[in-house]
């Protein structure tokens, strides 16, 4: 009895350092001036589950959706929210063509596989956040980001299922990250 409590107790310990050393995380965020605009480039660490994949190869739209707060501090009062915008992007695989898509609104493009289509929105390029004249020259901004399979916009099977399963369930811890406009003008 004792043995079999022992096997038990390695085994889960031995699945929380597996799970613990996988974890989807935001590795790299770098916020760039470029004219005139705040443009985010982001890394993301993720991969999706067994479940999920199936899930995609079946035909079954997978959303993904990075949340972005950007604020300045004050001390008299609450911190002021400067950005706060969401972006999402929507992995498709059309069964007819044996194409995969990914895109965000309404503009998609065409991938090899879902590594490549995954591969879009693991690296974040140029995502348009804020206008430079919102932004006053040598503060310090505090900014946070994160990624997250955007369930919501399943279709309504796929919730319940969602609530259920924790391969539906992904979402990257927050990544903090400080900021400053210089005075110079960037043009």
């Known amino acids: 009895m004792l043995c079999l409590l022992l096997v038990c107790l390695g085994l889960c310990v031995q699945a929380d350092t597996a799970w613990a050393q996988d974890p989807a995380q935001v590795t790299r965020?770098?916020?760039a001036v470029?004219?005139?605009e705040l443009y985010i480039d982001a890394d993301i660490d993720f991969d999706v589950s067994s479940e999920l994949?199936?899930?995609?190869q079946k035909g079954v739209p997978i959303y993904f959706t990075a949340d972005l707060e950007i604020v300045a501090r004050r001390w008299w009062w609450f911190d002021r929210t400067v950005v706060n915008k969401q972006l999402t992007w929507r992995v498709l695989y059309n069964a007819l063509t044996r194409q995969w898509r990914v895109?965000?609104?309404d503009l998609s493009l065409p991938e090899a596989s879902l590594n490549d289509s995954l591969s879009v929105v693991r690296h974040i390029r140029g995502?348009?956040?804020?206008s430079?004249?919102?932004?006053?020259?040598g503060r310090t901004y505090y900014g946070k980001l994160r990624l997250r399979l955007d369930t919501s916009r399943l279709a309504r099977p796929f919730q319940i299922n969602a609530l259920n399963s924790s391969a539906w369930s992904m979402t990257t811890p927050w990544k903090d990250f400080t900021f400053s406009v210089s005075a110079a003008d960037p043009s």
């Open 29 to 31: 965020v770098e916020p």
């Open 34 to 36: 470029r004219d005139g």
């Open 53 to 56: 994949r199936d899930a995609a």
């Open 103 to 105: 895109g965000t609104g």
């Open 127 to 130: 995502w348009a956040v804020a």
């Open 132 to 137: 430079l004249k919102d932004l006053e020259p």
